[in-house]
């Protein structure tokens, strides 16, 4: 069963810096990963997705890394800004029956604060 | 496209009371999923559905919790009875799984159960 686990729980800081986020995940035999963002009382909003075979994925101030064989990926958020606070999400699916994608294990989530 | 739609997007009832959950994917997209999400657990999946066919339903809590999915532009999540621990958010997520794509979800639906 896949198990994740994000890096850090929660975390605060003033607007411009330069964040990392951390996840892990126990089993290897993933096709992707997803990252999202959660703003409170809503949905999921999907950010970046690295497929199994790259090792990095980037959308303007976001940049999302990957690497299967440790069960690592981290995501950078440059220059940070207070319309960034939100839960950020790791999801790897796990491939459980060889045959292709299954459901997403979503991890507790890091949620960030920018602080103006 | 409109994206994921489920409705409704609140949904208060009492306790007892049959609740019927909805979600029409994106137009597409061959994987279907429903979620649970509460402040205690975070984030489970209940069921998925590939082509219409459920593939795995063992998430779903008990046998009160059954989905359907009668075409690729539906689905239904009913819970029968009923009861307050069953209050969450429930997300319908799609994905097109033979290009790996990745997932979109709905916007949620927000169960109260009095």
């Known amino acids: 069963k896949q198990e994740v686990t994000q890096i850090p729980a929660a975390l605060s800081v003033p607007e411009g810096e330069n964040l990392v986020l951390n996840c892990s995940f126990t089993?290897?035999?993933?096709?992707?990963l997803q990252w999202f963002r959660q703003d409170p009382g809503k949905g999921l909003t999907s950010l970046l997705l690295?497929?199994?075979?790259?090792r990095e994925q980037t959308s303007g101030r976001l940049n999302a890394s990957l690497d299967k064989s440790s069960g690592r990926s981290t995501l950078y958020i440059a220059a940070s800004q207070p319309g960034d606070s939100a839960t950020y999400l790791c999801?790897?699916?796990?491939?459980?029956?060889?045959?292709?994608?299954?459901?997403?294990?979503f991890g507790k989530g890091t949620h960030l604060i920018i602080q103006p | 496209d409109a994206g994921v739609i489920q409705s409704p997007r609140h949904e208060v009832t009492e306790m007892g009371q049959e609740v019927t959950l909805r979600c029409k994917p994106i137009?597409?997209?061959?994987?279907l999923f429903w979620y649970r999400q509460t402040m205690m657990r975070g984030l489970e999946l209940l069921i998925y559905?590939?082509?219409?066919?459920?593939?795995?339903d063992s998430g779903m809590p008990e046998d009160r919790f059954s989905a359907k999915m009668p075409n690729a532009s539906f689905s239904t999540l009913k819970i029968q009875p009923s009861e307050p621990r069953d209050s969450a958010v429930y997300f319908c997520?799609?994905?097109?799984?033979?290009?790996?794509?990745?997932?979109?979800f709905g916007s949620g639906t927000r169960l109260t159960v009095v």
């Open positions: 997520a799609s994905s097109d799984r033979l290009a790996n794509y990745g997932y979109t």
């Open positions: 089993d290897s035999a993933i096709y992707n």
């Open positions: 690295i497929q199994s075979s790259q």
């Open positions: 999801a790897p699916p796990y491939d459980r029956s060889g045959g292709g994608a299954d459901g997403l294990t």
């Open positions: 137009s597409g997209h061959n994987s």
């Open positions: 559905f590939n082509n219409n066919v459920p593939i795995d």
